[in-house]
């Protein structure tokens, strides 16, 4: 079983900043992918970005350029800092761990404001 834990959103001006962590635990020794999706109000839960355990990352492509994707291996932590933020990245932000299965974050809201 693996338990996430996600952190980090809040409420901020567009063209500004934050930072999600989520840090998994349960007995696992490691993770292969680990990321972000977000689901905006009426909308489908999307994929934000995802990166694997040697490294390699995948970007939607509204957030290339903008949001940066990191993990700690050793820590079992996924970041993902998200700069010049727009009023359309409000969503709740939902970290994302494959271990076998699937597994989800409680998800951690991140609002926008124009």
């Known amino acids: 079983q693996v338990q996430l834990v996600d952190s980090g959103g809040g409420l901020v001006q567009a063209g500004g900043s934050l930072r999600l962590s989520c840090a998994a635990s349960?007995?696992?020794?490691?993770?292969?992918?680990m990321g972000w999706y977000r689901q905006a109000p009426g909308k489908q839960r999307e994929l934000v970005a995802i990166?694997?355990?040697?490294?390699?990352?995948n970007y939607a492509d509204s957030v290339k350029g903008r949001f940066t994707i990191s993990r700690d291996n050793a820590k079992k932590t996924v970041y993902l800092q998200m700069n010049s933020l727009k009023p359309e990245d409000t969503a709740v932000y939902f970290c994302?761990?494959?271990?076998?299965?699937?597994?989800w974050g409680q998800g951690t809201q991140v609002t926008v404001s124009s």
């Open positions: 994302y761990a494959k271990v076998g299965f699937n597994y």
């Open positions: 349960g007995s696992i020794s490691s993770i292969n992918i």
């Open positions: 990166i694997t355990n040697i490294g390699s990352t």
